[in-house]
């Protein structure tokens, strides 16, 4: 069973600090790795994608991922109360072409 | 501005009654998702489809879920009949080879089986 898992929070971060959110996964075929934020009553919505180890930068946002560890992780920087949303980690399945296998989210709390 | 649409946005039906959800991908986008999310379940594959071929409805109810693309710009979701624990919200999403697995949402449909 391919599994993706996040903590499913809710993860308080005062308003300016770096929110920190974590997510790890079973297939080890997995290649490309999403991260979606989705707020309350609306649908996921693309914030970053990663295919290589390292960090890639999007202004407040850092996407790291560590495929040895099997780990994937956002940065949020500077959070911004407009930053309360629950983050839905996705991940590829390895050998099935486009299906991605979801986390059930990490809800966030940005606290004035 | 692309973005995948998705009717309607709201169903309330009683039990029994056919269910109907309708989506459009973005153009020129070749793969079709269904999803259907609620609080317990979280967010749940149901079919999806390329070229407008199926590729994996094992996360329907065979019986009484079908999923069609007739064409490349509409994809339909059928319930018959529909029962209180299908309520949740559906999503169709969107995606192109050329990017890679991402996936695009529409709006959803919030559907509510009395």
């Known amino acids: 069973q391919k599994e993706v898992e996040q903590n499913s929070g809710p993860l308080s971060v005062p308003e300016g600090a770096i929110a920190s959110l974590n997510c790890t996964y079973s297939?080890?075929?997995?290649?490309?790795f999403f991260w979606y934020r989705q707020y309350s009553g609306k649908s996921p919505e693309l914030i970053m994608s990663i295919y290589s180890n390292g960090d890639k930068e999007d202004g407040r946002f850092t996407a790291q991922l560590n495929k040895a560890s099997q780990y994937v992780s956002l940065l949020i920087r500077d959070s911004q109360p407009s930053d309360s949303a629950t983050y839905l980690c996705a991940v590829n399945v390895g050998d099935s072409n486009y299906q991605l296998i979801w986390g059930a989210g990490t809800k966030l709390i940005i606290k004035p | 501005d692309a973005r995948v649409t998705q009717t309607p946005r709201h169903k309330v039906t009683e039990m029994g009654q056919e269910v109907t959800m309708r989506c459009q991908p973005i153009l020129g986008h070749n793969t079709v998702f269904w999803y259907r999310q609620t609080m317990m379940q979280g967010l749940e594959l149901l079919a999806y489809?390329?070229?407008?071929?199926?590729?994996?409805d094992s996360g329907m109810p065979k019986d009484r879920f079908s999923a069609e693309m007739p064409d490349a710009t509409l994809a339909t979701l059928k319930i018959q009949p529909s029962e209180p624990r299908d309520s949740a919200v559906y999503f169709c999403?969107?995606?192109?080879?050329?990017?890679?697995?991402?996936?695009?949402f529409g709006p959803g449909t919030r559907l509510l089986v009395l």
């Open positions: 297939d080890r075929g997995s290649q490309s």
């Open positions: 489809f390329r070229n407008r071929a199926p590729l994996d």
């Open positions: 999403a969107s995606g192109a080879y050329r990017e890679r697995e991402t996936q695009y």
